[in-house]
Every structure is written in C-alpha cells, then in structure tokens.
C-alpha cells in the first residue's frame, strides 16, 4: 500500500545521527518515540538495530530508560524499550533489566474517597515516582511483562484496568467520574487498555463484559477519528482480540494525507495497526486473522458482526 511506503521511507531517512527519533523527525531523541518505531520497524522485516542501540545506551544501572535523551527521569518508557528489545537476542540482558525495574516499581495507592469515581487502593505503574497508578503506563508495563507467568501483580493491574474501564465502554487517562460527572472514553488510551488485557486470565467473564463493550465504543470512534494516536493504538488494541474494521485502510490512508507535519511516532503506531497479531504473547493464544468488521453504518450496529474470541 503506497501510504505504507510513504511512512517506511521517511523511517528509514529520518533517523537521527545517534540512532534516535524524537517527537518530530529530526528532534530531540526521545525513548517513547525510538522504541515504538523499532517495534514497528521489525514488525515490517527493516533493520532496527540503530534504535534499540540507542535506548541501551540510555539504560540506567537499575533498569530504568528515561523518556528523553540527557535526562536521568521518569522511566516510564521503560516497558516500550522492553518491546523494542524482546525480538533481538543482542539486548535480552536489556530487556530482562527493563522487566526487573518493572516488577520493583508500582503506583502509589491512597485510601478510598467517595469523591474519587475509581478504587485508588488497586495498584499498576505510574507516569513517575510516587504518583498515583494510571492507565497508559499500568498498559504499557502489562504488555512489556506478558511473557511472566500470570501473578498477583500482572492481576492487580488487570483489576486496575477493568476498575477504570467507564459504565458504557472505553477508557480515558483513569478516572470515571470527577465531581459526580462522568467522564469520556478516549480512542487511544482505550486501545491500549485493550492490547493490554487480551488473553490474559485475571478478566473475569464480567471483565469480558466490558470488553466488548469498549471494543463496540472503539470500532465506532474510529470511524470518525483520523488522529494517527488514536487511530494507531486503537486498531492495534482492536487487533490483538482478533478484530479488523473493514475500513481501516481507508482510515490511515486518510489519516496519512491529513498529515501536518511527519512524526516518527505517528508514523510507528499507523504501521503497527496494519501488522496482525502485533504484540502477541505466550499467554494470549494464537492470534487469528482479525476478524472483518462491517462499517456500523451500513449494518445499524457493529457488536453483533464482531467475531468472538473463546476466553
């Protein structure tokens, strides 16, 4: 597909000198950024190894990759950087360290107030230290530790993800209701909420519940959104279940052409959407072909054309 080569080629030519991308081709190398593209990068057959250079040598002794380059914190990236290396023998001793920096560090619980509309005591990963869980980062660490054995913590942080998830489907950044209002779901950060819950055993058949519930929610926001982060995180969310909008090249081609300004990251998590199984794990089975979703408005509806998977 020519968008698709449109978004390799300026990978490929718009790297920086020290094997880094940042928010903006040509910026400030950033781990986010780089790690995501040498997912993407790999997932397509290209060398990576210039961007997963980079992120090792911005490991910290404990494990820990800060999120800009000449920064010692936050670390959060670290569970990105775990992705980009798990598919290189070179960086396993990398990877392991990111994992081991992930299983010590956690969110920061507080005692339960009626004002809050989420159960503050549930603990995943924070944006940095001390701070209170959120969903993003508890996502990103799930999926970085997906290969560990299900545990007391990888299961605290699914009932963290299933206690956000708001009444009607969807996630936003992880809060329900403010002030006795409910708030909105958010396309992207819902997508990464679902990558990160496929397959693993701690959802309940009420969790299951919900997730069909954000699955419907994303499949419709997605036909209107072009924005590159949430139509990205979405369709890779939609696809570790094993779902396809039918539409979804139209989608990105629209989103490509609406393009600004080139961004590495964009253009990273636009290519993974169209890689199936991207980010699958020893404990998700096989993942399928994604499954065709018809567009919801020639079938009056999209949650009974979606294809289910067994857990």
């Known amino acids: 597909m020519a968008w698709q080569e449109t978004l390799l080629g300026r990978m490929r030519g718009g790297l920086n000198s020290d094997g880094s991308y940042g928010y903006g081709y040509r910026s400030r190398g950033a781990a986010e950024p780089t790690a995501l593209a040498a997912v993407a990068l790999a997932a397509r057959g290209e060398v990576a190894a210039a961007p997963r250079r980079w992120l090792a040598s911005r490991q910290r002794p404990d494990g820990g990759v800060p999120v800009l380059d000449r920064l010692d914190g936050p670390c959060w990236p670290t569970a990105l950087a775990a992705l980009a290396w798990e598919s290189d023998d070179a960086y396993q001793e990398h990877a392991d360290r990111a994992r081991e920096w992930l299983r010590r560090t956690h969110g920061k619980a507080f005692d339960h107030d009626e004002m809050m509309g989420h159960d503050p005591t549930l603990v995943g990963w924070s944006w940095t230290d001390e701070t209170h869980s959120w969903v993003e980062p508890t996502s990103h660490a799930l999926l970085a530790l997906r290969a560990d054995e299900p545990n007391e913590r990888t299961g605290e942080a699914v009932r963290l993800l299933l206690d956000r998830c708001l009444p009607d489907g969807g996630w936003n950044y992880g809060n329900t209701r403010v002030l006795g209002n409910m708030l909105r779901p958010f396309p992207a ?11 693993h055993p701690a959802v309940t058949p009420e969790g ?21 982060l949430s139509l990205g995180w979405g369709l890779i969310g939609l696809g570790r279940w094993g779902l396809s ?5 139209d989608w990105l081609t629209a989103s490509v052409d609406r393009d600004l300004e080139a961004d590495p990251l964009h253009d990273a998590l636009r290519l993974l959407a169209m890689v199936p199984g991207t980010l699958s794990s020893p404990w998700q089975r096989a993942v399928p072909e994604p499954a065709p979703i018809p567009d919801s408005d020639s079938t009056g509806g999209t949650g009974r054309f979606m294809k289910r998977r067994p857990w």
């Not at 419907?216 to 997605?222: D, G, N, P, Q």
């Not at 909008?245 to 090249?249: E, G």
């Open 189 to 199: 950060t819902t997508g990464v909420a679902l990558a990160a819950l496929a397959g």
């Open 245 to 249: 909008p039918a539409s979804k090249n």
């Open 208 to 228: 299951m519940a919900a997730v069909q519930r954000s699955q419907e929610w994303l499949v419709s926001a997605l036909e209107e959104a072009r924005a590159p």
